[in-house]
């Protein structure tokens, strides 16, 4: 028994790729507004990316799928000056629609839901 849910906790890991859904929009104002539509992201754009650009009191939020080294470079070249103007850039790809919100505080975190998922199939057998 413990062998099998090992084995079905290895498959999960190292199961296909299948497409990502993400959110997408071309310029929002609100996060809700532009979390209205969704994309099934199509090879090779493998990452959901949100860019959020503010100047003064307006801000303009656009969801997209994109490549990992597209979204990794945006995300490389984005800045905020200390008045909050600028843009920031965040890639996920870690499950469907992870953009809802930008997604940082749910990507840091995965491997410490493995980590749990690993030890309560443990602790099941």
């Known amino acids: 028994m413990k062998m099998l849910f090992s084995l079905v906790f290895l498959s999960l890991l190292f199961s296909p790729v299948l497409s990502l859904e993400c959110y997408v929009c071309s310029s929002s ?3 809700e507004e532009c979390n209205r539509n969704t994309q099934e992201c199509q090879t090779p754009l ?3 990316m949100t860019v959020v650009d503010t100047l003064g009191s ?3 939020i656009v969801k997209q799928c994109a490549s990992r080294a ?3 470079g945006a995300s ?3 800045s ?3 008045d909050g103007n600028g843009n920031k850039v965040n890639c ?3 499950f469907d629609l992870c953009n809802f919100s930008g997604a940082e505080s749910i990507h840091a975190h995965m491997p410490l ?3 749990t998922v690993g030890a309560l199939l443990l602790l099941s057998c």
């Open 70 to 72: 597209t979204c990794e």
């Open 58 to 60: 307006v801000t303009a």
């Open 113 to 115: 839901l493995f980590l």
């Open 92 to 94: 996920c790809n870690t």
């Open 80 to 82: 905020v000056d200390s």
């Open 46 to 48: 493998d990452t959901c």
């Open 76 to 78: 490389s070249s984005a």
């Open 29 to 31: 104002a609100t996060n």
